[in-house]
């Protein structure tokens, strides 16, 4: 074997453009597999980075509509008292408080989670403790658990922080932990602090324990499984506790639990596992491409073989002594590769979309580089097996070829048979790539129904003890827009409570006037935005009938609202809806509003969202202050200074204020789409590698056929042959090789590409255009790839011809 891997490594040295041709492809199949492979193993096989992740799961309800929903602190307080499979339980919320100091007040990000959190998660602080559960109610102690980044960030990384208080959101909370420097919150990305719920354990049937918005996490025993424990929530359900009253609403006979792994990973395993799969095809495409190379060579290398044989060497030798030489580059392909997979994984860390990575390492670890080594092995014995077989059967035919023959028809076939192959593959990949741009332009296409272009938004949060009443909060936000019209560059400015193409979402049932007194009022569910005047002509947003919300709408006036044009249409029809009344809320004393305009239909949560029922209230005349809203201002100029000059306007009204979000609407638009424009880019590049190895793959297989029937066209030359003939054999044999890749690619890619149509929009997985224009660009490759060839097949002398034969 030793002597084998010299004479292999010698041998690809005396051969530097095949061995360089051979490693860069191999480099570029295998590094494109591996960095994919990392990150598969980042996002969807190593997401949880807790220990004994595999018992951790997540509890949910289910809705009327058998849709996923939260659960209600009751129903987890009884699953956690009766549960015998569970080792600790816990739930959360989102939590967003204002941290102020002597420093420059900033929004964090973080959870209420009750005291079994961290137990829950299988963390401990780095300093300090967790949480106290005897905290853990209404009027209990403010307590804090901070991580490292703010730690090191606002203090310091003082270990006197343990202990101390500081502000949030007006209130002072002792800090009890510091969470340790590799600690990611997986169920809130981003978060940076976390505090007690602090709920009623006696479950007040009015009281918020029953409302349905928290999300549950437990840790199973060792003993208990997914499935016992399943069987064990369904036996809670149906055999209620006289120790755990629950209300007539809540019941917990539909529960839902899914590990925490596949929680977490289901929004983008779609797209990642196509991106695999893609990086799959490409790895083929190489492992074809460097097979016919092999093919090549060791048709060259015929002479050698055969004397070898002739001289005493078995055909096991012969398979041997090739296979090293393969493996030997198949290896050296995957050392090069690896190196690209580093600089690969570290550009989609980088450029992978935070609500997709949530914080994974996209590095090359051990897993990775077991993977590679195995990867370059298993494609070492794929493409080399074939290739050694011919070589010992070849060998084994006895005696030496004269030194003018050439290889043998089906030899050729064999490396036209891998150039079909390789075609139909970049097809495949082609058309995916182009499946995935046209969904993601024709998504752009769809009118989000208000104005993006120059519109910059701040998420203000106007709550803690300093803005306890709503009068208060109202005041600051009067004079937080008065002050934000001045700003140079303002065009016009403008608040809501909650902003389109974005996270926010605050829905009410809508019930008209009209429908009160049937025996079952149709209630609509709609979205409530709380404005104020001049909020429609900021954002652009048409009026289709009557009038939007104006200063006149005060608290003083009859309760006025704006529809979307969509729930003028469910309600009304073609009728007038001006002038009807409509109450928002299941609240019966609440006020009537009447119906003033109509506005175009707005996406909230996204593009492809089909909830657009809205209803617009001035702020003024709802009955309560919203204090987190987002400041909208259209302006000229550029973006980054305007954002600086907004802070120090709302900070000349309330220097302690933090301003959170602060994000163009454009960007907002663009990151509604982050799943489908990651898998588009991935799915580009590969189709346009693929395109590269299909010209060299085609352009190979013609040169080396072009050499081998040289003495045939110089004979044909010299018995009178055109050049146009000569120009039609070649283009013909070439475009054959391409017209029946390409077909074959067509039929695989209409039974392939429905993997992809959860990432599609507006089209088809077998849309005819783009089928079309992905065979045209193949076939323009095959084209280019012809003109090097058709050359040397033009300039060939047909006098050394003769003197050959």
Known sequence: ?????????????????????????LALGIGASVAMFGAVNALLLNSVPYPAADRLVMVSDIGPDGAESPMAFGSFREIAARSQSLAAAAVMRDWSPALVGSFEPEQLQGQRVSAEYFHALGVSPLLGSGFDAAADRPGGRKLVVVSDALWQRRFAADPGLIGAEIDLDGQGHRVVGIMPAGFKDVLAPGSEVWTLLQYDSALPADGREWGKHLRMVARLQPHASESSFGTELLQIGAEPDPAF????????????????????????????????????????????????????????????????????????????????????????????????????????????????????????????????????????????????????????????????QRVVGHQRRARNSLVVVEVALAVVLLVSAGLLMFSLNRLFAIDAGFNPNGLLSLQLNASGARYADDATVERFYVDALRVARQVAGVESAAYTNQLPMSEDLDQFGTLFESLADDAAPAQYNTLRYAVSPGYFDTMGIPTVLGRGLSREDSIESPPSVVISQSLARKRFGAANPIGQRLRIGGDPNTPWFTVVGVVADVKQASLTASQVDAVYVSSAQWHYADRVRSLVVRHRGDQQDIATRMRQAIWSVDAQLPIGRVASLDQLLADTAKERRFASVIFAAFGLAALMLAAMGIYSALSVNVAERGNEIGLRVALGARASVIVRWVLTQAMALVGLGILFGLLLASASTRALESLLFGISATDPTIFVLSAALLGLIGLLACIAPLCRALTVDPAQALRWE
């Not at 010299?6 to 041709?21: E, I």
Request: some cysteine.
């Open 1 to 25: 074997m030793l002597e084998d891997l010299r004479f292999a490594l010698r041998s690809l040295w005396r051969a530097p453009s095949f061995s360089a041709l051979a490693i860069t492809v």
């Open 245 to 404: 009253v629950r209300p007539s609403h809540a019941t917990l006979e539909h529960l839902l639990v899914g590990r925490l792994q596949e929680q977490l990973t289901r929004s983008v395993k779609p797209g990642v596992l196509a991106a695999f799969g893609a990086v799959l095809l490409l790895l083929l495409i190489a492992c074809v491409n460097v097979a016919n190379l092999l093919l090549v060579r060791g048709s060259q290398r015929s002479r050698e073989f055969q004397a070898r044989a002739a001289l005493g060497a078995s055909p096991a030798r012969l398979i041997r002594q090739q296979l090293v030489e393969v493996l030997s580059l198949a290896v050296l392909g995957g050392a090069l590769g690896a190196a690209l997979a580093q600089v690969a994984l570290g550009l989609l860390g980088a450029y992978t979309p935070f609500e997709i990575s949530a914080g994974a390492e996209f590095t090359v670890d051990l897993q990775v580089l077991v993977f590679a080594f195995a990867t370059s092995i298993s494609v070492g014995l794929l493409v080399g097996l074939w290739p050694a077989f011919r070589v010992a059967r070849l060998a084994g035919r006895g005696g030496l070829l004269p030194v003018g």
